[in-house]
């Protein structure tokens, strides 16, 4: 991955007092893969800053060992090793006695949790080197990861386009087209197919496109997330569901690379602190926490200021179903208390995670900058009509259920669903 400088001793102090606040919480995550295979850009983009940054010491396999850390970014970090060379059976060696060796740490966070193998997509099959590493049994998920798909598809369509140049009239989308299912049968016969076959397989093999263009509401990177997500979430001999569930929630969290993983979680998070009693100002701090917000973090009284302000201008505002001048207050004098909560509860959650994506994806790094934010969330944005309206429309239909609320799925649906006029606040 390059060399990096060592790590100043300001960032050092100030790592060490996020990882107070953080309870030593970190998710651990090696990623494996040559000079070139692009796993630079991939973790760069997951950490959410440029890894060639951050304060690190020569990358190599004989450095694995070394922790990655990130400045801004407290609850990730990475291990590196270079890939192997087909042969050199001490090069898996070092990676097995690396996994064994940390999943003897009784701490579950000094553990390892995960392991991205990146394997660059070219016009040869998989190389013996992957053959060897897939047929060890490995205490940890591998999601076997082919970049650099993008690229391939340019080679191939550069040589359709050669192939065909005599051609008088060359249809530029089909050639295209072609290219990509040409490549996708690449994909899958050199690579999904003979990995999914060897004795251990990965969880998941997946191709990569355009990684480098990635943003975290427009993310090149959604699969690997959710595939990174399902591999977590299922209950293991050295895992049980409890802890599944926790590590889904801290790589959730840690991870910077897509901003819908990260509403589903924040509203989930919200529903799992509040359904039971649905008070009348919802408790809002494990959703904001799966943000990441490190510098909101490390200031509780920030935290107090902005909790206020959702509090007032959110929770108790006439936007909010059931509240005084609401559009449906008559409507719902009507309905059962418990459902009428519910539905209001629900409407201060989604508000709540699309003011934290616009926090997270805005970079605002000050209390000013926050209030300004839900004021003009309140008093000016099309996005609390919008949901509003479509949690009204949910809890008007007839229902035979005995359960109250409409769960985590529809409600995550409302958010992520949103239509593209309303998508953004353009604050």
């Known amino acids: 991955m390059g060399c990096c400088s060592s790590q100043p001793t300001a960032e050092v102090e100030s790592h060490k007092e996020s990882l107070k606040f953080n309870n030593g919480k970190r998710f ?13 850009t991939i ?33 990730l970090v990475a291990h590196d090793s270079e890939g192997f060379e087909a042969g050199k059976v001490e090069e898996v060696a070092v990676v097995k006695n690396f996994i064994e060796k940390r999943n003897k740490e009784e701490d579950v966070y000094q553990r390892l949790h995960m392991v991205w193998y990146c394997i660059e997509m ?4 998989i190389q013996r080197a992957e053959l060897d590493f897939f047929s060890v049994i490995w205490q940890v998920p591998v999601l076997a990861i082919i970049t650099k798909f993008d690229t391939f598809v340019q080679d191939v369509l550069q040589r359709l386009e050669e192939e065909n140049e005599e051609e ?24 999904r197919d003979p990995l999914l ?36 979430s299922r209950p293991t001999e050295e895992v049980n569901l409890s802890m599944a569930n926790e590590l889904t929630l801290l790589f959730a969290t840690a991870q910077s690379a897509d901003t819908r993983t990260k509403l589903e ?13 649905w008070p009348s100002s919802i408790e ?8 990441n917000i490190s510098w909101l973090a ?88 919008y949901v509003r309206n479509e949690i009204m429309k949910e809890h008007r239909k007839p229902t035979n259920s005995r359960l109250v609320g409409m769960g985590a799925y529809r409600l995550v649906d409302i958010v992520l669903g949103r239509p593209p006029g309303v998508a953004s606040l353009n604050f």
């Not at 008088?168 to 690579?191: G, P, R, S, T, W």
């Not at 979680?265 to 509040?274: F, H, M, S, T, Y």
């Not at 809002?284 to 926490?289: E, I, N, P, S």
């Open 265 to 277: 979680a924040c509203i989930r998070e919200g529903l799992k602190d509040n359904c039971d009693t």
């Open 28 to 40: 651990r995550l090696l990623i494996i893969g040559k000079t070139g295979s692009g796993k630079t």
């Open 122 to 125: 070219n016009s040869r099959p």
């Open 168 to 191: 008088e009239e060359i249809d530029d989308a089909e050639l295209e087209e072609k290219a990509k299912q040409v490549a996708k049968e690449k994909f899958n016969k050199h690579y």
């Open 197 to 232: 076959a060897l004795p251990h397989p990965p969880k998941a093999v997946l191709a990569l496109s355009e990684t480098h263009k990635s943003t975290p509401n427009d993310s090149r990177l959604t699969e690997l997330i959710q595939e990174t997500l399902k591999a977590l």
């Open 43 to 75: 973790l760069s983009k997951v950490c959410g800053e440029d890894v060639a940054d951050t304060p690190s010491t020569c990358r190599g396999h004989h450095d694995i060992e070394k922790e990655i850390v990130f400045q801004n970014n407290d609850k």
């Open 298 to 385: 490390l200031d509780p009284e920030a935290i107090n200021i902005f909790m206020r302000c959702l509090s007032k201008d959110i929770d108790s505002g006439s936007r909010v179903i059931g509240n005084w001048g609401s559009p449906y207050a008559t409507e719902v004098l009507t309905w059962y208390s418990n459902k009428l909560n519910s539905c209001k509860g629900e409407q201060m959650i989604a508000d709540t995670a699309l003011i934290m994506e616009q926090v997270f994806l805005l970079k605002i790094t000050n209390v000013e900058g926050l209030i300004k934010l839900v004021k003009w969330y309140d008093q000016r944005s099309p996005l609390p009509t």
């Open 284 to 291: 809002r701090r494990g959703m904001l926490d799966v943000w």
